[in-house]
């Protein structure tokens, strides 16, 4: 059987994952989000009008995770195992670094799901310190890792991260 993304009239479709065995799979991502000094201030201080940035976004990261299905067509919905959202500040951007690990014993990957926590938590930082800064930045959002499945592991070559 030859899995394609198109059916015989040339519409899209789910790639079938029937055939394949399930397997424990991982995926981690990374993006940032950069501000100015004085927005960096108040979300380091914990002084932000919105509240506690790094919690919010890091929660909004992981329910995000969890509806990936829902938001990108053609996507298997999963079980996930775990999502872990991590949102650290950085001075020297300044702003925040995000870091996701979504894990999942399926028949197909969750690189779509850590993908999604990531860019998530970047739009609700975002979201939450706008008021102190218009000229916040997301970017860097991509896949570092992948483990299982049939294409094996993979990993972003080091002097790339």
Known sequence: MTLTHLDEQGRARMVDVGEKEPSRRTAVAEGWVRM?????????AGANRKGDVLTVSE???VMAAKRTAELIP????V???VVQVTVTPDAELPGVRVRSVAVVTA????EMESLVAVSVACLTVYD?????DRTVEIGGI???EKTG??????QRDHKDR
């Open 36 to 44: 100015s000094d004085a927005a960096f201030a108040l979300l380091a």
């Open 59 to 61: 929660v909004a990261g």
């Open 74 to 77: 053609l996507c298997h919905p």
């Open 79 to 81: 079980g996930l195992d």
């Open 107 to 110: 028949r197909t990957g969750v």
């Open 128 to 132: 939450m310190v706008k008021a102190a």
């Open 142 to 144: 991509r896949l570092v």
């Open 149 to 154: 499945g049939r294409s094996g592991d993979w």
